[in-house]
């Protein structure tokens, strides 16, 4: 692992918070620039400064990052079901069991590796091991993912991601039913204590928000559609457990979903 240094002089007309500006000069996302502010990475004019920092003409930013070893990924004839594409991004429907990117001890099978194979262009991204991939989706979640082909596409999405203008709304059937036909989990996640693969609710974690509505009541269970402020991992199966509804069949948060 080494260090990169990265360094710039800002010219600007009016101040302005420090994430929006470096999202704007560097072909990284908002979200891993904030990571960085959030990690103590970036300094202004010699001092380590946060994410809403008020920029200044004149200001002279220094990010220094550890980068780690880069993966290799290679391509992988794995089927794809791609639903829409243009010369920009393109749509795939992501089937259960797929992981989404590799990571260190999972390099293969996952959903980076068929679109190499399948798809000619990528956006670079801020991370080599992650060409196109803009938002993800838990292992055993089925759905639709957007990918950007081009760096403008991918900065693009990130931010509509980031400013709440893309919705993303996911179905799902869970345990018992409903008093109110809509409501919102608004409660911090966090790595649970006790379990390392799972999230729960905790005071110190990071803000995740869920809205939902009950699309159709049935006998013992309930059918909701959940829309995503935040994009936790597990959000939406963390907090239908917290309210005690868990996913049917979840076979991590429900208390039955092992055995069914």
């Avoid at 003409?57 to 290679?74: K, R, W």
Wanted: net charge negative.
């Amino acid at each position: 692992m080494e260090n990169k240094i990265i360094e710039l002089t800002l010219s600007l007309e009016k101040s302005e918070r420090l994430d929006k500006i470096l999202t704007k000069e560097l072909s990284h996302t908002r979200s891993v620039i904030q990571q960085w502010l959030k990690s103590g990475f970036v300094s202004v004019n010699g001092e380590v400064v946060k994410a809403n920092y008020k920029a200044k003409d004149g200001d002279h930013v220094t990010i220094q990052i550890e980068e780690e070893e880069e993966l290799t990924v290679l391509a992988e004839n794995i089927p794809l079901e791609i639903v829409y594409e243009d010369e920009h991004l393109l749509v795939i429907n992501k089937p259960s069991g797929m992981v989404v990117h590799p990571s260190k001890g999972h390099s293969t099978g996952t959903l980076v590796n068929a679109l190499l194979y399948h798809v000619d262009q990528l956006s670079k991204g801020s991370e080599t091991y992650r060409p196109g991939i803009v938002h993800r989706i838990d292992k055993d979640t089925s759905g639709l993912l957007v990918v950007a082909k081009t760096p403008q596409a991918h900065v693009g999405l990130s931010n509509q991601l980031m400013d709440h203008s893309m919705t993303r709304s996911y179905v799902a059937i869970v345990d018992g039913s409903f008093e109110h036909i809509t409501g919102t989990v608004d409660a911090p996640l966090a790595r649970d204590p006790h379990n390392r693969l799972k999230r729960c609710v905790q005071k110190e974690g990071k803000q995740a928000i869920t809205h939902f509505t009950v699309i159709q009541a049935l006998k013992e269970t309930s059918v909701l559609r959940l829309n995503l402020e935040t994009g936790r991992t597990h959000q939406i199966r963390a907090h239908m457990d917290f309210i005690h509804h868990p996913i049917l069949n979840d076979p991590m948060y429900h208390p039955n979903g092992k055995n069914a």
